[in-house]
């Protein structure tokens, strides 16, 4: 290969996060309410008819369709969907950090003001149920963090005579921090928590 090629494919490259094409790619929205007390947080309850994680409490959102102009209209859209509202009443959308998780997925979550939510009519085949948390009792309280550490397993046909250290490599660890918020009965954590804690540091 000539010098002037590999210059060439170097120029024309645009950086990305290594591998992130395989990515499964999600968009959420952190969605806001103006109650006459202050502004609340809305939440989800995932409908006990869905396969993945029935009956745990998350935000608005879903995977990014080939169609949604970028991630912020792919979260919109999937807001509209689930919670059964117009476009002209989710407004003052802004992106939080994007995330990407240890399980091949890329989440862009986004904050945004739900108005008229009295036209909130949310989708049963998704929905189970909503409710809202003062947003001052995040801002008050602050989340329980529980570490995971996953282990090491290679393959069963995994080549040990080709790493120095063989069976005996000294694997790093990986782990995760899982975020916790208990309010009255309802345990928000996980993804969903870890999103909303940074939405609180931000706007601390």
């Known amino acids: ?42 939440f989800e309850v995932r409908s006990q008819q869905l396969r993945r994680q029935p009956g745990e409490i998350c935000f608005p959102g879903g995977r990014i369709d080939p169609g949604d102009f970028d991630e912020k209209a792919a979260a919109i859209r999937e807001t509209k969907e689930e919670l059964g509202i117009a476009g002209e009443n989710i407004c003052e959308v ?5 995330m990407v998780s ?7 979550p986004f904050a945004g003001f739900i108005t008229n939510p009295g036209s ?4 049963p085949s998704e929905v189970g149920e909503l409710f809202t948390v003062p947003l001052s009792f995040f801002i008050e309280k602050e989340p329980e963090i529980y570490r995971i550490e996953f282990k090491a397993e290679p393959e069963e046909n995994f080549p040990f ?14 782990g995760m921090e899982e975020y916790f918020y208990i309010y009255e009965d309802k345990v928000i954590w996980g993804l969903t928590a870890r999103i909303l804690a940074h939405f609180i540091e931000m706007i601390r």
């Open 102 to 108: 240890p399980f091949g997925m890329m989440v862009f």
């Open 94 to 98: 802004f992106p939080l950090d994007f």
């Open 120 to 123: 909130i009519q949310a989708n």
């Open 1 to 42: 290969m000539e010098r002037e090629t590999i210059l060439t494919k170097l120029k024309d490259h645009v950086p990305t996060i290594l591998g992130s094409e395989k990515f499964s790619r999600y968009a959420v929205m952190l969605p806001l309410i103006q109650k006459e007390n202050g502004i609340h947080v809305l």
């Open 161 to 174: 005579d080709l790493i120095v250290g063989g069976e005996n490599y000294n694997w790093r660890t990986r």
